[in-house]
């Protein structure tokens, strides 16, 4: 009898690949090298995954594991960031609903990956929509005021280069 | 708290993760009760944060990508009912019987042969060659400087095999140069890099079938020292990599 606690591998696979993909995709900013990260995930949870005894905690679990794969792998390779400091945010520019419902997938991805790392990754996590803010900052491993406030100042960013966009041009 | 002050604090605030999140938070969240200008800026807000998401729902993983993870996937037996058969009082004497005669069989066999470790250059004697010419040359077809892609591009269109998977230990070594051998029939894929303390390694691949007894499958490695190099081997999807240097065995230890 298979034990409540046991976590199916296909089941796992089937419940995460789609959202750790838009995750290692928007920070990598490519499908080659998103792909690699949740794969290498995946294989990482074959062979560390029994120690996690509770089952609810593998989705954190599997987005811990890839950005730290993406920090080892891609952040040291290939280019290093020079953190800006925690800046208070501004308030985001307003974007009306008809400017709101013009942002399609592309521009939404466009969008993202132009924003500084440090707040693009909680602002993915954020609109993928899977995490509180206490779990995003166990995910990056950083204070949920520190989340609170990059999430803002993602936000901004985000909107401005929306603004910018040919496609939701106000 | 002004009205300002609570636009900031709600702006990337979903209503679910807004909860109890801080007592800012939630007096700004009172704000948005009583005030009606407020609440229809956070409805905006709302409104563009779940067209974002649906957006982002739509960007689809490869159609194969699922396929991929499954398939590298090595399921473990782990049958509760194959357990408590083996471990029945009846099982585990005859176990115990088994486990001594086995034991005894491998004793002997140490003892009476050499134990040897054997690698993937063992069935590829031909390989070790040009790969040893290849590093005593030191002029190497190295291309210029480029980004990971650009190498792995490079090897592409040589049709010389990629790597499939890097040990963790080598993943954040800078890759300095990208070039092909060739050796009877098939190239070799060969991408040079470089650690922190500016030590230099080849990685080779090559598309060969040897068996897992000779080059394991990744993760698991197998080490060997040559005469004038070190090489580490391990296999994944068909391909064989050798992780080769001038330096000594210990190096290469270290990344195993």
Same mark, same amino acid.
């Given at each position: 009898?298979?034990?409540?606690?046991?976590?199916?591998?296909?089941?796992?696979?089937?419940?995460?690949?789609?959202?750790?993909?838009?995750?290692?995709?928007?920070?990598?900013?490519?499908?080659?090298?998103?792909?690699?990260?949740?794969?290498?995930?995946?294989?990482?949870?074959?062979?560390?995954?029994?120690?996690?005894?509770?089952?609810?905690?593998?989705?954190?679990?599997?987005?811990? @594991?890839?950005?730290?794969?993406?920090? /080892?792998?891609?952040?040291?390779? &290939?280019?290093?960031?020079?953190? +800006? %400091?925690? *800046?208070?945010?501004?308030?985001?520019?307003?974007?009306?609903?008809?400017?709101?419902?013009?942002?399609?997938?592309?521009?939404?991805?466009?969008?993202?990956?132009?924003?500084?790392?440090?707040?693009?990754?909680?602002?993915?996590?954020?609109?993928?929509?899977?995490?509180?803010?206490?779990?995003?900052?166990?995910?990056?491993?950083?204070?949920?005021? @520190?989340?609170?406030?990059?999430?803002? /100042?993602?936000?901004?960013?985000? &909107?401005?280069?929306?603004?910018? +966009? %040919?496609? *939701?041009?106000? | 708290?002004?009205?300002?002050?609570?636009?900031?604090?709600?702006?990337?605030?979903?209503?679910?993760?807004?909860?109890?999140?801080?007592?800012?938070?939630?007096?700004?969240?009172?704000?948005?009760?009583?005030?009606?200008?407020?609440?229809?800026?956070?409805?905006?807000?709302?409104?563009?944060?779940?067209?974002?998401?649906?957006?982002?729902?739509?960007?689809?993983?490869?159609?194969?990508?699922?396929?991929?993870?499954?398939?590298?996937?090595?399921?473990?037996?782990?049958?509760?009912?194959?357990?408590?058969?083996?471990?029945?009082?009846?099982?585990?004497?005859?176990?115990?019987?088994?486990?001594?005669?086995?034991?005894?069989?491998?004793?002997?066999?140490?003892?009476?042969?050499?134990?040897?470790?054997?690698?993937?250059?063992?069935?590829?004697?031909?390989?070790?060659?040009?790969?040893?010419?290849?590093?005593?040359?030191?002029?190497?077809?190295?291309?210029?400087?480029?980004?990971?892609?650009?190498?792995?591009?490079?090897?592409?269109?040589?049709?010389?095999?990629?790597?499939?998977?890097?040990?963790?230990?080598?993943?954040?070594?800078?890759?300095?140069?990208?070039?092909?051998?060739?050796?009877?029939?098939?190239?070799?894929?060969?991408?040079?890099?470089?650690?922190?303390?500016?030590?230099?390694?080849?990685?080779?691949?090559?598309?060969?079938?040897?068996?897992?007894?000779?080059?394991?499958?990744?993760?698991?490695?197998?080490?060997?020292?040559?005469?004038?190099?070190?090489?580490?081997?391990?296999?994944?999807?068909?391909?064989?990599?050798?992780?080769?240097?001038?330096?000594?065995?210990?190096?290469?230890?270290?990344?195993?």
């Amino acid at each position: 009898m298979k034990d409540e606690h046991e976590i199916d591998f296909e089941e796992l696979v089937d419940a995460h690949y789609q959202a750790l993909y838009r995750f290692g995709y928007s920070l990598s900013g490519n499908e080659h090298d998103a792909s690699d990260l949740v794969q290498e995930t995946f294989s990482t949870f074959a062979l560390k995954g029994s120690s996690i005894r509770d089952r609810s905690k593998a989705k954190t679990w599997l987005f811990t @594991t890839l950005h730290r794969h993406f920090l /080892r792998q891609f952040r040291k390779s &290939k280019r290093v960031q020079v953190q +800006s %400091p925690e *800046i208070l945010a501004n308030q985001a520019p307003p974007i009306d609903s008809d400017a709101a419902r013009a942002i399609d997938c592309d521009s939404a991805l466009d969008a993202l990956v132009s924003i500084n790392e440090t707040y693009r990754t909680p602002l993915t996590l954020y609109y993928l929509r899977h995490f509180n803010y206490r779990e995003i900052g166990e995910i990056l491993e950083i204070p949920i005021g @520190t989340v609170m406030s990059r999430l803002a /100042r993602g936000k901004t960013e985000l &909107k401005k280069i929306l603004l910018h +966009s %040919p496609k *939701i041009d106000q | 708290m002004t009205r300002d002050e609570a636009k900031i604090l709600l702006q990337a605030c979903s209503l679910e993760s807004a909860a109890s999140t801080s007592p800012e938070v939630e007096e700004a969240l009172a704000m948005v009760a009583q005030d009606p200008e407020l609440a229809a800026w956070w409805a905006a807000e709302q409104e563009f944060d779940d067209a974002f998401s649906l957006e982002m729902d739509r960007f689809a993983a490869p159609l194969d990508l699922r396929a991929k993870i499954v398939r590298s996937h090595d399921p473990k037996p782990q049958s509760s009912s194959i357990f408590s058969h083996w471990f029945s009082p009846g099982s585990l004497r005859t176990f115990a019987s088994f486990a001594t005669a086995f034991a005894l069989v491998v004793f002997v066999s140490v003892m009476l042969f050499e134990p040897r470790e054997a690698t993937a250059l063992d069935e590829l004697p031909g390989f070790l060659t040009t790969i040893q010419q290849e590093i005593e040359k030191n002029s190497a077809p190295k291309k210029p400087d480029g980004s990971d892609e650009d190498f792995l591009k490079y090897l592409e269109e040589q049709n010389a095999p990629l790597p499939s998977r890097y040990l963790e230990s080598i993943q954040g070594f800078d890759r300095t140069g990208a070039s092909f051998l060739e050796e009877a029939d098939s190239k070799i894929g060969v991408l040079f890099l470089e650690n922190d303390s500016g030590q230099i390694f080849r990685l080779f691949v090559i598309n060969r079938d040897v068996s897992d007894s000779t080059s394991p499958p990744f993760p698991e490695t197998s080490l060997r020292q040559y005469p004038s190099i070190s090489v580490l081997t391990w296999k994944d999807g068909g391909k064989v990599h050798v992780l080769a240097t001038t330096e000594s065995i210990e190096v290469l230890q270290k990344l195993r």
